[in-house]
Each structure stands twice: as structure tokens, then as C-alpha cells.
């Protein structure tokens, strides 16, 4: 794993002051979703050698949500973008 | 070749120089009934267990590096069956019971060590935890211990019991855990599976998975296709890559765990000792060396290194547990990709795909449970039935809601 993260918000920042939530690609599904919906949701993830989009939260920083594109095998960073701002459709 | 004292004596007096090797290399034929993608220890138990109970020789195990070159032969070498639940613990007492029959039964020293494994606990919470897992472990024929302050401290008088954060209340100790020489489990296995006529193929990497009209026949590999009748993913820590192979998504992510060897000392730890609120469990191998490690790092990686935060980390628990290694020096780190479930529980079952049959999930408890895994995955395959210990391992468990949830977690892959 890279040492140093480049926080959008806060610049390079050890790896130390983020917790890693996990795949960011799995949304939640609507309360009356069937059951399969919710199993895939909570259970099934896609797990690639590679390219990866994963949450970060950047616990000891600004504490804002990250949504990091990470390869799983070299952990180059590709990308970091504010997770609340990528669902609003704006950068970070 | 059969080993034995006197084989060793009769080779001696001839100078070492008729040994043969314990395996073969052959060429993959065109066909087996039963192909095992992954040669590590679970595929190679797998394979020896087929031949040799069930009686399915006409196996070929496809290894896409060298034996013994992953995780099997870079854990920390602990054997336990300290599990609380019921889907759980019959399946690691087989295991265990297996170990301790098992350098007789493949005629390959893995210097099993009943050394026993004792669990610290440091708060009256822990304790009732630890009590109630050991009464499990009882009810269910295994042996268990709950030790006291002053037991412990006979045991082991290094440590510090007077930790300010986690002060040491006792332990569970399971007397029949203990240590196995890894890298010789993998070769006795491959020896006893090669020597009833499994080939072993290595470097030989599945590329693709082949299907007809729904079922497998087989896979490309980088030594060309080879047919199949049934198919056997045993490749834990890369599961999700070879079953996406066959479109199938897990309940699986890959993490990677750390491990540590210290320069070598005199005679120091006689157990495997856990320090679980601390994230740091060691013992000591035969060649003297600390063999340590701590908890996974928590993000997905297929780099078979770790970070060096969890280094330090791992470093601060032990010196916090046992103040006299503040001076020792680390001489090996390793990092290996661990099949997260979402339960911390395995995978030994059929697929939806009628021929493909999957051993994964083994989170970072893979190694002791290699006999077990190896014999209830053989018998899923020979006799397409669950071995009764291992009927709750489903793949479908968890959309069924029966997940086998040993730390109460939730289906959170990095917690467990």
C-alpha cells in the first residue's frame, strides 16, 4: 500500500490517517427490494485484480468520505474524488 | 521410496546419492477426471485424500507456480480446533484429529508439535467469552483448559500481566494445538497424492474456464487445454479470480495478512500464545526463530506484501505483551492474500455450474483445517455430498441467512 494518499481536501497525507471501508460499488437498495437485491448488496462483491473503486475515510484528516480508484495488485492510485461530491455529480 | 529410519541409514552408508525425488514432473495429459486448480495445501490434500480414500486417482493438480510457494508455506504453522460453533468446531476437531495421525498416514515427517495454544484474556468480559467457547469445545469432545493469572504466569513469566491497557486475567489453553513444519505438509502431501498417481503440474497457470452447454470441460491453461470431468477450485486468496473465470461473483474479498520471523533464540516460548486484544499471536519454531503475526491490513490487495504501518503495529503489540523482544530483530516478512468471507467462515461446496465444485473462503484460518478441507472437499466431489462436518460450509448460506458468524461480526470482510 502507498504511504502517502493525496487527499483532495487536504493534500498528501499518510496512509495512517485514513480508515478503508471497502468497494465502493455496491448501493444500497430500496427498503422494499427483494431479498436477492439485498443479499447482493451486503454479500457479493466483484473483488478484481486490478482496477478497484474502494471508500476511504480520512479519520485523523477532514473526515470526509473518498471514493479511491486503486489497482489491487501495483496500489498505484488512479484517481481521488470527494464521495458526497461524486454523487452530487460534481468533481472533488 | 518408503522413509524410515533405516532408509535414512542405508542412504547414509551409500553416501545420499540414491535419493530420488519424493514427486514427479509429468506432462499434463489431454484429459482427468477430476482437475484441482491450486497446488497448495489444500489442493494437494485434496488430491492425496481423493486417491487414497475415495479412490479417484485420475486427478491432476494444476499449480501455476511452485510447490509450497504460497501461503502454505509461508503461514505462522498453527493447528487448533478452539472454534465455539456448532458448524464450526466438528469440522477443525478433524482436522486436529487428522494432524495427529497424519505423518504416519502420508510417511512424510511435517514434525507435527502438540504444543499446545493458549488465548490471553485481560477483562472479566473476555473471561465468561473464553469460558463459554471452552465449555463449547468440551461439549463437543474437545480438549479445553480455562487458566488462571497464576497459571499462565507458571507458564510463561515473561509477560507483562501488569499492562496498564490490557493486564493478563489467564487463558484458554487447547494442549492438543500446536505447530506443524508447513512447507512438509505441502510435499508430504504431494509425495503420497504423486505416488497414487496424481500428476502434479507446475507452473502451469489456468487461464480460462471452457463450458459447453452449462457444464465444465475443461480449462486453458498456459500449457495448453487440458479436459476435465469435474472441476475443483481450491485457490484461496485468488477465489474470486477463478471463479469470475466461470461468471460466478463470492462473498469474498482479498486481503492480505502479514507474518514475521525474528532472528533465532535460545529455547524461549514452549506454546503458541494469542494476544487477540492486542492483534499479535506468536510461538516459537525449531529453528529458533519468533513466529509471529498480527491481524489482516485491511484493504483489498492482491500484493503479496503489506504495509509497513501494520509492521509497526504488530511490533508494538508484541513488545507490549512480552517487553523482552524490544531488542529482537525481524529477519523475514511475508505478505499473503487471504479469501475474506463475510462470515470468516469457508466455502467447501457445488457451484451453480453442475461440475464446478469450490473450496475458498478461508480467511486466515486455512492452514490447520488443510487435512479436513482436503478430505470434506474430496468427498464433495467423489460422492457430490457434503462431508457431515462440512454440510454448513454453502455457498448459499449467506442468501439463505445462515452465515457461521465465529466473531459476531456481520458481513464486514475486513473485521473478521
Known amino acids: 500500500m502507498a504511504s502517502l494518499i493525496p487527499c483532495p481536501h487536504c493534500g498528501t497525507r499518510p496512509r ?18 427483494p431479498a436477492s437485491d439485498w443479499h447482493e448488496y451486503l454479500h457479493l462483491r466483484d473483488n478484481p485484480k486490478g482496477r478497484h473503486h474502494e471508500f476511504w475515510h480520512h479519520v485523523s484528516g477532514c473526515r470526509r468520505w473518498l471514493i479511491v480508484e486503486r489497482d489491487t495488485a501495483s496500489h498505484e492510485i488512479y484517481s481521488i474524488t470527494d464521495a458526497a461530491s461524486a454523487k452530487q455529480g460534481g468533481g472533488a | ?16 546419492r540414491r535419493w530420488t525425488p519424493a514427486f514427479r514432473a509429468p506432462e499434463p495429459k489431454p484429459y ?100 463459554r467457547r471452552g465449555n ?4 463437543h469432545g474437545v480438549d479445553a483448559e480455562l487458566l488462571d493469572r497464576e497459571a499462565v504466569r507458571a507458564k510463561l513469566p515473561f509477560l507483562d500481566f501488569d499492562n496498564a491497557r490490557f493486564p493478563i486475567m489467564g487463558g484458554l489453553h487447547q494442549p492438543r494445538g500446536g505447530t506443524v513444519r508447513h512447507d512438509a505438509v505441502a510435499w508430504g502431501y504431494a509425495r503420497g497424492a504423486d ?25 486453458e491453461t498456459s500449457r495448453g487445454f487440458i479436459g476435465c470431468g469435474k472441476l475443483a477450485l481450491a485457490t484461496a486468496g485468488h477465489s474470486s479470480v477463478t471463479a469470475a473465470m466461470a461468471g460466478l461473483r463470492l462473498p469474498i474479498e482479498s486481503h492480505v495478512l502479514q507474518a514475521f520471523v525474528s532472528e533465532g533464540l535460545k529455547p524461549f516460548i514452549d506454546c503458541v500464545v494469542t494476544f487477540g486484544a492486542g492483534h499479535f499471536y506468536v510461538s516459537q519454531s525449531d529453528k529458533g526463530g519468533l513466529v509471529f503475526g498480527g491481524d489482516i ?20 503489540a508484541g513488545v507490549a505483551l512480552i517487553p523482552a523482544l524490544s531488542r529482537l530483530r525481524f529477519l523475514r516478512s511475508w505478505g499473503g492474500i487471504m479469501d475474506m468471507s463475510m462470515d470468516g467462515s469457508p466455502i467447501i461446496d457445488r457451484t451453480p ?41 454453502r455457498l448459499d448460506r449467506f442468501e439463505r441467512g445462515y452465515p457461521i458468524d465465529e466473531k459476531g461480526l456481520g458481513a464486514q470482510p475486513n473485521l473478521h
Open chain 2, 32 to 131: 482427468y477426471d477430476v482437475v484441482i486448480v491450486g497446488g497448495g495445501g489444500h489442493g494437494l490434500a485434496t488430491a492425496y485424500y481423493l486417491a487414497r480414500v475415495f479412490g479417484v486417482a485420475n486427478v491432476a493438480v494444476l499449480e501455476k507456480g511452485y510447490l509450497g510457494s504460497g501461503n502454505v508455506g509461508r503461514n505462522t504453522t498453527i493447528i487448533r480446533s478452539n472454534y465455539l460453533l456448532p458448524g464450526n468446531n466438528p469440522f477443525y476437531e478433524l482436522s486436529l484429529k487428522l494432524w495427529e495421525g497424519l505423518e504416519q498416514d502420508f510417511n512424510f515427517n511435517a514434525m507435527v508439535s502438540q504444543r499446545g495454544v493458549l488465548n490471553l484474556y485481560h477483562s472479566d468480559a473476555q473471561r465468561d467469552a473464553y469460558t
Open chain 2, 1 to 16: 521410496m518408503r522413509y524410515s529410519a533405516l532408509s535414512i541409514f542405508l542412504q547414509g552408508l551409500t553416501g545420499n
Open chain 2, 136 to 139: 463449547a469445545m468440551r461439549l
Open chain 2, 353 to 393: 455450474i453442475e461440475n464446478l465444485y469450490l473450496n475458498a473462503g478461508w480467511c486466515y484460518g486455512g492452514f490447520k483445517a488443510t487435512p479436513a478441507s482436503g478430505y470434506c472437499f474430496a468427498h464433495l466431489i467423489a460422492r457430490d455430498a457434503s462431508h457431515e462436518t462440512a454440510r454448513a460450509f
Open chain 1, 16 to 33: 495512517e490517517e485514513f480508515a478503508v471501508k471497502g468497494d465502493a460499488a455496491p448501493i444500497r437498495p430500496e427498503l422494499d427490494a
Open chain 2, 195 to 219: 505416488s497414487r498417481g496424481v500428476d502434479i503440474i507446475q507452473h502451469c497457470e489456468v487461464t480460462g474456464i471452457r463450458r459447453e452447454n452449462g457444464v465444465v470441460t475443461g480449462v
Open chain 2, 297 to 316: 491490513d485491511g484493504y483489498n490487495s492482491y500484493a503479496q506484501r503489506g504495509a509497513l504501518s501494520l509492521v509497526e503495529h504488530v511490533a508494538e
